[in-house]
T-cell receptor, first 112, second 114 residues
């Protein structure tokens, strides 16, 4: 079963617009991570937010976490064509173990 | 550093055949994991290891074996391939230590079982 579920499943925007993706999960967590996957490639870590944090920024990325609602969002500001990829949230299930449980992903298409 | 490497990149097997997917990392990471990704889905954990000589099952372990004799290598063995094992397989590693949760992924092995 998928611990996290992303919403929307697919998103198409114009270059320069902001993209928001949401993730819901089922169990308690120590941390939640977001990864990017370009077509046919492995996953690349983007950002990690701990369970005691509510918001985190990294460059054009902004992540929020609401543990009471078991949800997180990833905002990419001023999107670029190079941001076209699938984005996945992943959680540790509250165990702190390195092996993660991934959501089903959001496919982002940024039109130039 | 090469990071996490996986071989082969592509493989076609017939039902019932066995094979080993190779994974190696040169970052001296304690933690290593195997995931499979089916079309349009996220990754599902097959097996993971917290160090040499220690392995544990993940979410979908049936039909797969692993061993961890060295820190660097974490091979995944398919015992008797089935069409349901057609998937893309990713290996990942992560360092030990508090706060070091980022996983580093290999490029994947695309496996087709006919």
């Amino acid at each position: 079963s998928q611990q996290g579920e992303e919403d929307p499943q697919a998103l198409s925007i114009q270059e320069g617009e902001n993209a928001t993706m949401n993730c819901s999960y089922k169990t308690s967590i120590n941390n939640l991570q977001w990864y990017r996957q370009n077509s046919g490639r492995g996953l690349v870590h983007l950002i990690l937010i701990r369970s005691n944090e509510r918001e985190k920024h990294s460059g054009r990325l902004r992540v929020t976490l609401d543990t009471s609602k078991k949800s997180s969002s990833l905002l990419i500001t001023a999107s670029r064509a190079a941001d076209t990829a699938s984005y996945f949230c992943a959680t540790d299930g509250g165990t702190g173990r390195r092996a993660l449980t991934f959501g089903s992903g959001t496919r982002l298409q940024v039109q130039p | 550093n090469a990071g996490v490497t996986q071989t082969p990149k592509f493989q076609v097997l017939k039902t019932g055949q066995s094979m080993t997917l190779q994974c190696a990392q040169d970052m001296n990471h304690e933690y290593m994991s195997w995931y499979r990704q089916d079309p349009g889905m996220g990754l599902r954990l097959i097996h993971y290891s917290v160090g040499a000589g220690i392995t544990d099952q993940g979410e979908v372990p049936n039909g797969y074996n692993v061993s961890r004799s060295t820190t660097e290598d974490f091979p995944l063995r398919l015992l008797s391939a089935a069409p349901s094992q057609t998937s893309v397989y990713f290996c990942a590693s992560s360092p030990a230590g508090q706060g070091a949760y980022e996983q580093y992924f290999g490029p994947g092995t695309r496996l087709t079982v006919t």
